[in-house]
């Protein structure tokens, strides 16, 4: 699963001479804080959550931009509980949450980095991930309510986050696991982004993750996150 030796241009992927004010002029070196917010599948149930992985042994994205950046901060370094610092760090994921929790766990995360005597909350770039909603799918939430939960902690994130690149994961379509398709909740994201709301300043904006979207078998594609006689003993470790 990983990739040995992987490296890109040194001279692009740089750390910037001066902080940069905007999103365009943003490099990947130049993010400094890395936090998460959502269910299960953030807090990482059952997964290692190590943050010493290396790229050599598996692809993640924190790994990526410690390679560019190596202090890279936020992170979780061990399994644990969302309100143990000393393990998840900035990971605010709680098992079970729903969207309509984003909004208090991105009122958490404002709180943590203003505390943090190591963040400088006003000029360091910071990368924030959500990746929540297979409760609100077995829940039977609607579509609009589940982007207007989402909208709620953006905005206040927006509001109250400077320099941030949100990062929102699309939702596996659970409903594959009964044969039958529903989309809606994935097209209510990507009206998040559409919309362009999050786009009217330059130290702000939101970016939909769409990998999982296109997942049309789950029992085939020996996805990590539902178990089934097929998948590969790796996958045990992302179960809930």
Same mark, same amino acid.
């Given at each position: 699963?990983?990739?040995?030796?992987?490296?890109?241009?040194? &001279?692009?992927?740089?750390?910037?001479?001066?902080?940069?004010?905007?999103?365009?002029?943003? *490099?990947?070196?130049?993010?400094?804080?890395?936090?998460?917010?959502?269910?299960?599948?953030?807090?990482?149930?059952?997964?290692?959550?190590?943050?010493?992985?290396?790229?050599?042994?598996?692809?993640? #994205? *924190?790994?990526?931009?410690?390679?560019?950046?190596?202090?890279?901060?936020?992170?979780?370094?061990?399994?644990?509980?969302?309100?143990?610092?000393?393990?998840?760090?900035?990971?605010?994921?709680?098992?079970?949450? $729903?969207?309509?929790?984003?909004?208090?766990?991105?009122? &958490?995360?404002?709180?943590?980095?203003?505390? $943090?005597? +190591?963040?400088?909350?006003?000029? @360091?770039?910071? =990368?924030? $991930?959500? #990746?929540?909603?297979?409760?609100?799918?077995?829940?039977?939430? &609607?579509?609009? $309510?589940?982007?207007?939960?989402? *909208? /709620?902690?953006?905005?206040?994130? /927006?509001?109250?986050?400077?320099?941030?690149?949100?990062?929102?994961?699309?939702?596996?379509?659970?409903?594959?696991?009964?044969? /039958?398709?529903?989309?809606?909740?994935?097209?209510?994201?990507? +009206? =998040? @982004?559409?919309?362009?709301? #999050? &786009?009217?300043?330059?130290?702000?904006? =939101?970016?939909?993750?769409?990998?999982?979207?296109?997942?049309?078998?789950?029992?085939?594609?020996?996805?990590?996150?539902?178990?089934?006689? /097929?998948?590969?003993?790796?996958?045990?470790?992302?179960?809930?």
């Amino acid at each position: 699963m990983g990739m040995p030796g992987w490296s890109c241009d040194e &001279d692009l992927m740089k750390r910037s001479k001066t902080v940069p004010q905007s999103v365009p002029a943003l *490099r990947p070196a130049d993010i400094d804080i890395i936090a998460a917010m959502g269910d299960s599948l953030t807090a990482g149930n059952g997964a290692c959550a190590e943050g010493e992985d290396v790229l050599a042994i598996a692809i993640q #994205f *924190r790994d990526i931009l410690k390679k560019f950046n190596p202090n890279l901060f936020g992170y979780s370094i061990r399994t644990g509980s969302a309100n143990v610092w000393e393990t998840a760090r900035l990971n605010a994921g709680v098992p079970g949450a $729903h969207s309509s929790k984003v909004y208090e766990q991105a009122n &958490d995360l404002v709180r943590w980095m203003k505390e $943090h005597p +190591e963040i400088d909350f006003m000029n @360091q770039w910071k =990368l924030m $991930h959500i #990746f929540i909603g297979g409760n609100d799918v077995c829940g039977c939430a &609607d579509g609009d $309510h589940y982007r207007d939960s989402i *909208r /709620k902690g953006i905005q206040f994130m /927006k509001e109250n986050m400077p320099k941030t690149i949100v990062v929102l994961t699309g939702m596996i379509d659970v409903l594959l696991l009964r044969t /039958k398709i529903d989309n809606a909740k994935e097209s209510k994201m990507q +009206e =998040l @982004q559409d919309s362009g709301e #999050f &786009d009217t300043t330059e130290d702000f904006t =939101l970016i939909i993750e769409p990998y999982l979207e296109n997942l049309d078998d789950l029992s085939r594609n020996n996805c990590p996150f539902i178990r089934t006689a /097929k998948n590969s003993d790796n996958c045990v470790k992302y179960l809930n």
